[in-house]
């Protein structure tokens, strides 16, 4: 049987302790691909730094602030 907990990130730690010494659970925690993630970041600055320079060079037209917040929520 498999069964999906919620517990509040101050909690895990101990909770997780706890089910570490109970012989027959089989603890698995998903892996968070961190790389990726960092190199999505700083490759987002880049493009973000290349769009206010080509707005203040006035090649591009620069977005308004509702495109912005729209592209943030997605």
């Given at each position: 049987?498999?069964?999906?907990?919620?517990?509040?990130?101050?909690?895990?730690?101990?909770?997780?302790?706890?089910?570490?010494?109970?012989?027959?659970?089989?603890?698995?925690q998903p892996?968070?691909?961190?790389?990726?993630?960092?190199?999505?970041?700083?490759?987002?600055?880049k493009r973000?730094?290349?769009?206010?320079?080509?707005?203040?060079?006035?090649?591009?037209?620069?977005?308004?602030?509702?495109?912005?917040?729209?592209?943030?929520?997605?």
């Amino acid at each position: 049987m498999q069964i999906t907990l919620t517990i509040p990130d101050k909690k895990a730690d101990s909770f997780l302790d706890v089910l570490r010494h109970v012989s027959y659970v089989k603890i698995q925690q998903p892996e968070v691909p961190k790389k990726k993630n960092e190199e999505e970041f700083y490759e987002g600055i880049k493009r973000a730094v290349h769009e206010v320079n080509e707005a203040v060079a006035g090649r591009k037209q620069p977005r308004t602030l509702k495109e912005f917040h729209a592209e943030l929520r997605d």
